[in-house]
């Protein structure tokens, strides 16, 4: 079993900053990869970005580079999503994922909300 708790969300004007952190615990976690994902209003989920904890190597989307930064503390289990110059489009409910055994864990999302 895996547990994922996201929390850092808010409310932010555009150009801001806020990092986002995700918490993994169980029996099941290990130094997997992580992701981050926004859904926007009546839009599809998609993914942020991308680390592989064990390596380090990362992904960002093209809509988020240059401005957002995913990083791993694995000694506490957290994966934080660092996002600076905040634009409205940001706006949506930020997940995170793991797969495990061909499995997909989300958490329960945190709220992003930029406004111009």
């Known amino acids: 079993q895996v547990r994922l708790v996201e929390s850092g969300g808010g409310l932010v004007q555009a150009g801001g900053s806020l990092r986002l952190s995700c918490v993994g615990s169980?029996?099941?976690?290990?130094?997997?990869?992580m992701r981050w994902f926004r859904q926007a209003p009546g839009k599809q989920r998609e993914q942020v970005a991308r680390i592989a904890r064990k390596y380090g190597s990362t992904y960002i989307s093209d809509s988020a580079k240059g401005r957002f930064t995913i990083s791993a503390d694995n000694a506490k289990n957290t994966v934080y999503l660092q996002m600076n110059s905040l634009k409205p489009e940001d706006t949506g409910v930020y997940y995170c994922?793991?797969?495990?055994?061909?499995?997909?864990?989300w958490g329960q999302g945190t709220q992003v909300t930029v406004f111009s």
């Open positions: 994922n793991t797969i495990l055994n061909q499995v997909d864990y």
């Open positions: 169980g029996t099941a976690f290990n130094l997997d990869d």
